[in-house]
């Protein structure tokens, strides 16, 4: 499991696109190659059906993230 600063979303929840690297994991945003960051190889093992892996990349300006994240689920901010 990769090392982030804070906790992946659970990979079920996430769209094809954040599952395939090509949006951000956590504020789903578009990303850029060779600009964004790479978060990490996961391995999900599902209750049903044949193991996979994913490789999630997240915005690399992380306020700006965070930012997105919280506009998209205002109901989770403390």
């Known amino acids: 499991m990769p090392q982030t600063q804070?906790?992946?979303?659970?990979?079920?929840?996430l769209s094809e696109h954040q599952q395939r690297g090509w949006r951000c994991c956590w504020c789903r945003y578009p990303l850029s190659p060779?600009?964004?960051q790479a978060v990490g190889e996961v391995p999900?093992?599902?209750?049903?059906?044949a193991a996979y892996t994913v490789f999630?990349?997240?915005?690399?300006?992380?306020?700006e993230c965070a930012e997105r994240?919280?506009?998209?689920?205002?109901?989770e901010t403390p």
């Open 44 to 49: 999900v093992k599902p209750p049903n059906g």
């Open 34 to 36: 060779g600009y964004d």
């Open 6 to 13: 804070r906790p992946l979303p659970p990979v079920p929840s």
């Open 69 to 75: 994240e919280k506009q998209q689920h205002p109901e």
């Open 56 to 63: 999630l990349r997240a915005c690399a300006d992380t306020a």
